[in-house]
DNA sequence: GTGAAAGCGCTAACAG
DNA sequence: CTGTTAGCGCTTTCAC
């Protein structure tokens, strides 16, 4: 019943030449005869031959497979960057392997290791934190093994690798100073981690379009959260419930938006008549739910499209220098009026 | 700069033994000195080795990969199930390969023809059409080339590959008859697309409540979808746009579920005023956002893992032979109230 | 244009 | 306990 996969040999045979030809037709690397190459095609089409992918790639010590690593598989964020990165991989040829850390450094670390016996093409990868040594020193071991590395939404401190990401504190600037345009002059940040990389850019951005316009920042407004829906939602409980509470708020990431929705639903806040909103990247879905969230929004899928398209680039080109470059993808500002100075502003 | 890869007779030079006991010690394959078994492991340990993979699956032809093919990798339900899987795969040193086919055939078939050069340890498979012969038969070789094979969520017709499934007709049934227990009598349908069979038993379940009611059911009430949000949206607009409108919606899936709620919020209809609403698979989500969603839920996760886990058993095991086992996990009935018979019937 | 033969890095008998 | 050797399936010189 269970039949053997066929190999080269008898391909060969059933052709009537050697692997060697075969080989050339299947590479289409040197000429063959034209009566040598039909009969070799007879014979893979009549044996249903397909060449094995290990064997070759270990004869050529090369590699068809590219590792990418997310901190969390279950964030739709994630998944339009891997959406992007597939796209890319199969328009190419290559195949995904998708790991992931559960925003876990250990776990990096071990993924990053057993990752090694792989011998991948190239490597695409979230870290967890910026200030990991330990994922540093791996990657940095990858790029001098000739594995290309591509760091993908956060970059590593003091690390000259490869990296794709956005202009978090640009992004974040310009919402925050439109709020402030829009008249509110008391506006919270829910950050994110502060060993995330984007988190603290956006919280630079926060603070300087709040210096900028003069105004002071009080502490209390600004709130540590973990790019997680549930620290978000007690954050913005306790910023909602101070004494004094601001009339805006604005959310590092996605998640942390629903963090906020969820708050301001269990305080009985009405979006737009009790309070303002500001998100960092867009959620599709709260449009079909008439949550018209304004938000900081950058094209997710052509960003992962193009980290995949980096990474290859760097395998393939001239440029097999890991030229430490660092390429910033630009927001776009979506206004859908959550931004808007409340209509109740007592309360 | 740019280093080797170490290999197998490096560490045996360094260790000054053979390469067959530098791999039995990598293997604990048998026995060796204390001795020898020290100097390899320094040697390893100094020269940073980790075997080759690809070699080693090549000599052993065996493989440590599995190949996921889902139809739609932004879809929040594949991303959990792939959650399940990647999960489980690494507690048993499995990498897992994803492949999307974007709810193509065409694809499939191609992504399934690659696939075949990978010579992978199994397949785990969402197909996008339970009728679609040429998988089937791709699959059925894969089977025979003794690559099992686990269908998942949905199966194939006419076809005894092992399977991971839900008790979709059932829970729906639960679901209406709970509805129809409620006071309702007018219930649409968004259904699945026909080609896939959980939309298909969705739709059964659906009948068999209304017929065991001795309730009739209305052409212009069932509505063909395709598990998306768009078409859900068009459909409930006609649907609700009906001069003799239904109190109640079931929704065919979490997409499905999104596309109603957008046509509610469209036409100013509210939940539990002037609409219920009965979903299949739960979102999250919406509880956050004061969506209270009454769904046919089940343990999405959990069912991901038992994918990996059977396949692994089936390559394992005794039970080599695939035995087209059906295993079909329970749901459950979570209500929130959006179930209710609408307090405001006139309109 | 084609075949023989030497690897690619590792495992697994088979002798010692 | 350990080393030698023959593969695993394919690519790639190197002669003819």
Redesign the pocket.
């Known amino acids: 019943m269970r039949r ?9 045979k059933e052709a ?9 037709v ?2 289409h ?5 034209d ?3 039909q009969r070799v095609l007879e014979a893979i089409e009549k044996l249903n ?8 790639n ?4 090369s590699s068809t497979s590219v590792g990418v690593v997310f901190p969390d598989i279950n964030n739709p964020f994630f998944m339009q960057l891997l959406q992007g990165i597939t796209s890319a991989a199969d328009e190419m040829g290559l195949s995904v392997l998708l790991f992931g850390t559960d925003e876990d450094m250990n776990r990096e670390h071990k993924i990053l290791q057993s990752m090694r ?1 792989l011998r991948l093409r190239g490597i695409i990868i979230t870290p967890v934190s910026a200030w990991d040594k330990t994922t540093r020193e791996m990657l940095e071991n990858y790029e001098a093994l000739g594995i290309p590395v591509v760091l993908l939404d956060r970059e590593l401190d003091d690390c000259n690798i490869d990296r794709i990401v956005t202009a978090d504190e640009e992004g974040t600037f310009l919402a925050v100073s439109e709020m402030i345009r829009l008249g509110h002059r008391k506006i919270g940040m829910i950050s994110g981690p502060e060993f995330s990389r984007p988190g603290c850019e956006r919280l630079n951005g926060f603070y300087r379009a709040m210096r900028e316009a003069g105004l002071p920042v009080r502490d209390e407004y600004v709130r540590k959260g973990d790019f997680r829906v549930n620290r978000a939602y007690c954050e913005t409980l306790a910023l909602c419930g101070l004494p004094d509470p601001p009339t805006a708020v604005f959310s590092s990431n996605n998640l942390t938006t629903y963090g906020c929705l969820r708050a301001f639903n269990k305080l009985g806040l009405k979006l737009g008549e009790d309070i303002a909103l500001f998100g960092f990247d867009d959620i599709e879905e709260l449009n079909w739910l008439d949550y018209h969230i304004s938000v900081v929004s950058r094209d997710v899928t052509a960003m992962g499209e193009q980290a995949m398209r980096h990474l290859l680039q760097r395998v393939d080109g001239s440029n097999q220098q890991n030229s430490g470059m660092r390429i910033c993808l630009p927001t776009e500002l979506i206004m859908r009026g959550s931004e808007q100075f409340p209509t109740a502003r007592a309360r």
């Open positions: 053997q996969e066929t190999n080269i040999y008898e391909i060969a009537g030449v050697s692997i060697a030809t075969v080989s050339r299947m590479n690397s040197s000429t063959v005869s009566k040598s190459t031959y397909v060449p094995n992918l290990a064997a070759r270990l004869s050529t010590s016996e």
